[in-house]
């Protein structure tokens, strides 16, 4: 089945989990050891949000299975251009505590400055969350830069601010996949984004010789039917996996050089779970260094606002 139900973990055992990964990054690589402290204190601050999200209701959405699956069969994701309803009072503290470890954490003036604007309310933080959520950036960019703020950084805040979120909103969607239509329709899903979010993987993790995909904002888990560049479908010549390190063939990037993407491929003994796929990531960011020092990158999100929309559902 291409898309994948990830278990979730009880808040000690992600704990232990996480320690474990981080005690094994540091063995192999001390030279990351601010990059991990900052990454203990942001994935603390996103997995209280997490828990706040568990114990309270989510909105409940108009969402019924059959449109849903209408919208996976034409390829647009589930949650595109539709109206969700966000929990603005409880995601902004966490906001402006992400801007706080940033800023004490090596981002310094342009993450306190981030704060500052959604304090002062410069920057409308629900509109942010809003923007991440429809993975506009184009509308953070703008935003960030009319602002004189660090468009990197400000997209950075607000997909981890509302990460917790979608990530309870893409387990809501598995859960109603008792619908047979909805189902097929998630069985079906054969695209390089998240059928959830639209996304594109963080990386993929292979368990048992399965290569599956990994969101990078809500943590979704799917294969394909094929290998593949998953940006462009490309199976010829020009899509290639190689080990940068002969020694680590377990590390891998995919590169395609019909579209110039790229993907990390990572042997794992099992699939990373809610927020711990950030630990995969920032352990193999060799791997995104030796990929675009040949020139190969990701390419920017897709856009799915109008063929997403209702109106264009029938």
């Not at 996976?72 to 969700?84: K, Q, S, T, W």
């Not at 909805?182 to 594109?200: F, N, Q, V």
């Amino acid at each position: 089945m291409p898309y994948v139900a990830v278990s979730g973990q009880k808040p000690p055992v992600l704990t232990e989990i996480a320690e474990r990964r981080w005690a094994g990054i540091l063995a192999a690589r001390p030279d990351l050891a601010p990059a991990i402290a900052l990454q203990r204190r942001l994935l603390t601050i996103v997995r209280e949000l997490d828990a706040v999200l568990a114990g309270g209701k989510l909105p409940r959405l108009s969402l019924p299975p059959k449109y849903l699956a209408a919208k996976l069969g034409r390829g647009v994701p589930a949650f595109a251009a539709e109206p969700i309803p966000l929990p603005i009072p409880a995601m902004t503290p966490v906001l402006l505590q992400l801007c706080e470890a940033l800023a004490t954490g090596g981002a310094g003036d342009a993450a306190a400055h981030i704060r500052e604007s959604v304090a002062s309310g410069q920057m409308d933080a629900g509109s942010l969350f809003a923007a991440s959520l429809a993975r506009n950036q184009n509308a953070i960019r703008s935003g960030a830069v009319h602002r004189g703020l660090a468009p990197d950084l400000v997209w950075l805040v607000g997909e981890l601010a509302v990460s917790p979120f979608v990530h309870r909103l893409q387990q809501t969607l598995l859960a109603e996949a008792a619908d047979a239509t909805l189902r097929a329709a998630l069985a079906a899903w054969d695209h390089g984004y998240c059928a959830a979010c639209g996304s594109w993987p963080a990386l993929a993790e292979v368990v048992g010789g399965h290569r599956t995909l990994r969101c990078s904002f809500c943590s979704s888990a799917w294969e394909l039917s094929r290998y593949a560049c998953l940006y462009c479908g490309e199976t010829g010549e020009k899509f290639v996996t190689a080990a940068p390190d002969e020694a680590r063939k377990d590390r891998r990037v995919e590169v395609c050089s019909n579209c110039s993407g790229y993907l990390k491929t990572i042997d794992v003994p099992e699939l990373s779970p809610f927020p711990l796929l950030s630990l995969s990531d920032i352990e193999s960011t060799d791997l995104d260094i030796a990929a675009m020092e040949h020139g190969y990158q990701r390419p920017a999100l897709k856009d799915f606002k109008a063929q997403g929309s209702r109106l264009n559902a029938h």
